[in-house]
């Protein structure tokens, strides 16, 4: 028996940015030996960055990523450090024939084993995921190998993400061929309550494969998505040795013990991967040696970071979607209207959190119809958060439209919303400041905003937190923080501000019950219909009343173009409005409630 000490590399790439990826890689891997290890995984696609969507169909991206890949292994061995193998993620080409339905370009979705200087095996993505927020049949085509390398002794096989969820494919094949350890790049994006299910997972596939398992997971924000980490070691039994912690980048370094030492030769080798398809395990050596045995480090309770409850989850994915999303696309402050409402004062919140509330702009723009008790929640929180503030008031320049044109109603209400829409969006020319937005997912279900107005801006931390959740999250970042967190104050959000009932404040005495169902009521049907697709029938059936059922499908149903133009946000939901939903806008099908 065998001992390895293996690092996961559990960082947080940028998309496109090949460069600092390749830089990333190194620093890591300098890291990684001076901790003694003998191999080092990143990653999945960890020198593109991912997801990188259309990217994969240029011819010049992916060369870019094919030479990154080749330079960066020519500079480990340059910097000393080419005698750790190291697994990393990338974007590779196939080499098929052009033909009709198949990606340009036959990307595939790759990994490499670098060692010495050189490229020396290279395998990609055999399960290709077609569902939810993923789309991988439009970017690459399947890999058909499965590199097993031997290190040290052990033979250490290679798959890649969806590789493991899917059943058949590399992880049937190992169980066929035989390995010491099966290491597993991964970029699983995070959605609530999905950490369990991970180790589940793991825990299945090392039995199956009759080997140990590294999970090794992306982490950062990327557009609507966020990857929260969470990479997990088990051995072959399925018991976990070693996970890395939530929403934070981290190199969790783990020694293996008892790890089988191979003598199967060298060579190809044809298997059935239980999936109407065959796969080419090939075997190579790097070492055939065992290492010298060592004193492991210890593995203590603090080798098994500890999972963080629901709210502190959720709430720390908002603020990790939020500090990339600044960073990543080279702002350096927010912007967003503080209406003394629970919504604006939870993305403020936020904000403040992600990147410091130094760098946080809030304005307040009360109207003809704003509450006293709003304008003094707002300076309430203002004054507890240390944001920089700006008073607007907006009646006058309401007042000046409405010379001009005659609007009642609902359109004079939205003009107010507009208005406010208008001053961000030219204080954001002017500073150069992200725009948030501060709808909740029960608004945007329901199309309870203003096109062009509340929703104008360039970012959407809640979009995918219902409203019963926004007043849970903001009780529990009143009792809680986190050393991640950059606003340092006490109870941040004032109490008032998640007490009183909710309301736009475009009419007299207006209330939100006014339009909507309670929201206690209103997001359990949402999560019915929008999360889980019930028709109208199931709805019924699963104890909504049909009334309700009627008239909520209806507002869902028509605000799709509402949607459809608002801006991104990341996604905590089994099931967002954006790369997880796609329903036509110009749509005659209605659900019915009779049969």
Same mark, same amino acid.
């Given at each position: 028996?065998?001992?390895?000490?293996?690092? +996961?590399?559990? !960082?947080?790439?940028?998309?496109?940015?090949? !460069?600092?990826?390749?830089?990333?890689?190194?620093?890591?891997?300098?890291?990684?030996?001076?901790?003694?290890?003998?191999?080092?995984?990143f990653t999945e696609m960890f020198l593109t960055g991912y997801p990188v969507e259309d990217l994969v169909l240029r011819t010049s991206f992916v060369d870019a990523s094919i030479r990154t890949l080749e330079e960066v292994a020519r500079r480990l061995e340059r910097e000393g450090l080419g005698d750790l193998p190291v697994v990393a993620g990338y974007v590779d080409r196939a080499?098929?024939?052009?033909?009709?339905?198949?990606?340009?370009?036959?990307?595939?979705?790759?990994?490499?084993?670098?060692?010495?200087?050189?490229?020396?095996?290279?395998?990609?993505?055999?399960?290709?995921?077609?569902?939810?927020?993923?789309?991988?049949?439009? #970017?690459?085509?399947?890999?058909?190998?499965? &590199?097993?390398?031997?290190?040290?002794?052990?033979?250490?096989?290679?798959?890649?993400?969806?590789?493991?969820?899917?059943?058949?494919?590399?992880?049937?094949?190992? *169980?066929?061929?035989?390995?010491? +350890?099966?290491?597993? &790049?991964?970029?699983?994006? #995070?959605?609530?309550?999905?950490?369990?299910?991970?180790?589940?997972?793991?825990?299945?596939?090392?039995? %199956?494969?009759?080997?140990?398992?590294?999970?090794?997971?992306?982490?950062?924000?990327?557009?609507?998505?966020?990857?929260?980490?969470?990479?997990?070691?088990?051995? *072959?039994?399925? %018991?976990?040795?070693?996970?890395?912690?939530?929403?934070?980048? @981290?190199?969790?370094?783990?020694?293996?013990?008892?790890?089988?030492?191979?003598?199967?030769? &060298?060579?190809?080798?044809?298997?059935?991967? $239980?999936?109407?398809?065959?796969?080419?395990?090939?075997?190579?050596?790097?070492?055939?040696?065992?290492?010298?045995?060592?004193?492991? @480090?210890?593995?203590?309770?603090?080798?098994?970071?500890?999972?963080?409850?629901?709210?502190?989850?959720?709430?720390?994915?908002?603020? +990790?979607?939020?500090?990339? #999303?600044?960073?990543?696309?080279?702002?350096?402050?927010?912007?967003?209207?503080?209406?003394?409402?629970?919504?604006?004062?939870? !993305?403020?919140?936020?904000?403040?959190?992600?990147? $410091?509330?130094?760098?946080?702009?809030?304005? +307040?723009?009360?109207?003809?119809?704003?509450?006293?008790?709003?304008?003094?929640?707002?300076? %309430?929180?203002?004054?507890?958060?240390?944001?920089?503030?700006?008073?607007?008031?907006?009646?006058?320049?309401?007042?000046?439209? @409405?010379?001009?044109?005659?609007?009642?109603?609902?359109?004079?209400?939205?003009?107010?919303?507009?208005?406010? *829409?208008?001053?961000?969006?030219?204080?954001?020319?002017?500073?150069?400041?992200?725009?948030?937005?501060?709808?909740?997912?029960?608004?945007?279900?329901?199309? #309870?905003?203003?096109?062009?107005?509340?929703?104008?801006?360039? /970012?959407?931390?809640?979009?995918?937190?219902?409203?019963?959740?926004?007043? @849970?999250?903001?009780?529990?970042?009143?009792?809680?923080?986190?050393?991640? /967190?950059?606003?340092?104050?006490?109870? &941040?959000?004032?109490?008032?501000?998640?007490?009183?009932e909710p309301s736009a404040e475009l009419r007299p005495d207006q209330r939100d019950t006014d339009s909507l169902p309670p929201y206690e009521v209103l997001d359990r049907l949402l999560d019915d219909y929008v999360e889980k697709d019930m028709g109208s029938q199931e709805l019924i059936a699963a104890g909504h009343d049909p009334e309700l059922v009627t008239r909520v499908i209806r507002l869902v149903d028509l605000a799709e173009y509402k949607r459809r133009q608002y801006p991104p946000g990341p996604k905590i939901t089994p099931k967002n409005f954006g790369r997880d939903r796609r329903?036509?806008?110009?749509?005659?099908?209605? %659900?019915?409630?009779? $049969?």
């Amino acid at each position: 028996m065998a001992q390895l000490r293996i690092a +996961l590399a559990q !960082t947080n790439p940028s998309v496109g940015d090949l !460069t600092a990826n390749a830089d990333r890689l190194v620093a890591w891997t300098r890291d990684a030996a001076e901790r003694g290890a003998h191999l080092v995984v990143f990653t999945e696609m960890f020198l593109t960055g991912y997801p990188v969507e259309d990217l994969v169909l240029r011819t010049s991206f992916v060369d870019a990523s094919i030479r990154t890949l080749e330079e960066v292994a020519r500079r480990l061995e340059r910097e000393g450090l080419g005698d750790l193998p190291v697994v990393a993620g990338y974007v590779d080409r196939a080499g098929l024939a052009p033909r009709v339905g198949q990606p340009k370009g036959a990307p595939l979705d790759a990994a490499a084993l670098l060692y010495k200087g050189e490229v020396v095996t290279r395998t990609a993505k055999h399960h290709l995921p077609n569902y939810g927020v993923f789309d991988e049949y439009r #970017y690459f085509v399947r890999g058909d190998r499965l &590199p097993i390398f031997r290190l040290h002794g052990v033979d250490v096989a290679i798959a890649v993400c969806e590789d493991l969820w899917q059943e058949g494919g590399p992880v049937s094949v190992v *169980g066929q061929a035989g390995a010491g +350890l099966l290491v597993v &790049p991964n970029a699983s994006p #995070y959605e609530k309550e999905k950490d369990h299910v991970r180790l589940e997972l793991c825990e299945r596939r090392a039995r %199956e494969a009759g080997c140990a398992l590294v999970y090794v997971n992306q982490v950062g924000g990327q557009d609507e998505l966020v990857f929260d980490g969470d990479s997990i070691v088990v051995d *072959g039994s399925g %018991e976990l040795v070693a996970r890395a912690g939530q929403f934070r980048e @981290e190199l969790l370094v783990v020694d293996l013990d008892d790890l089988p030492v191979s003598d199967a030769a &060298p060579g190809t080798y044809p298997h059935d991967a $239980g999936d109407g398809s065959t796969i080419t395990v090939e075997r190579l050596v790097l070492s055939e040696q065992p290492v010298a045995p060592y004193p492991a @480090e210890p593995r203590t309770p603090s080798s098994i970071a500890k999972r963080l409850e629901l709210h502190a989850e959720v709430y720390s994915a908002l603020v +990790l979607a939020v500090r990339d #999303y600044v960073r990543k696309n080279g702002f350096q402050s927010i912007i967003l209207a503080l209406s003394g409402g629970i919504d604006s004062a939870l !993305t403020a919140t936020i904000a403040s959190d992600a990147i $410091g509330p130094s760098r946080v702009h809030v304005v +307040l723009m009360p109207s003809r119809y704003s509450s006293e008790h709003s304008v003094t929640d707002a300076e %309430e929180l203002v004054r507890r958060q240390g944001v920089n503030a700006q008073m607007v008031p907006i009646a006058s320049v309401v007042d000046a439209f @409405e010379k001009e044109i005659e609007l009642s109603g609902l359109a004079a209400e939205n003009l107010q919303a507009r208005v406010r *829409g208008m001053i961000l969006m030219g204080l954001s020319n002017q500073h150069g400041h992200l725009v948030l937005t501060t709808g909740n997912k029960s608004e945007l279900a329901t199309g #309870y905003s203003t096109l062009y107005g509340d929703s104008a801006g360039g /970012f959407a931390p809640i979009k995918d937190v219902p409203k019963t959740m926004v007043w @849970e999250l903001s009780r529990w970042r009143n009792a809680h923080s986190d050393p991640q /967190f950059l606003l340092t104050a006490e109870r &941040p959000i004032p109490e008032n501000s998640i007490d009183k009932e909710p309301s736009a404040e475009l009419r007299p005495d207006q209330r939100d019950t006014d339009s909507l169902p309670p929201y206690e009521v209103l997001d359990r049907l949402l999560d019915d219909y929008v999360e889980k697709d019930m028709g109208s029938q199931e709805l019924i059936a699963a104890g909504h009343d049909p009334e309700l059922v009627t008239r909520v499908i209806r507002l869902v149903d028509l605000a799709e173009y509402k949607r459809r133009q608002y801006p991104p946000g990341p996604k905590i939901t089994p099931k967002n409005f954006g790369r997880d939903r796609r329903l036509p806008i110009t749509n005659r099908w209605r %659900e019915t409630t009779t $049969g």
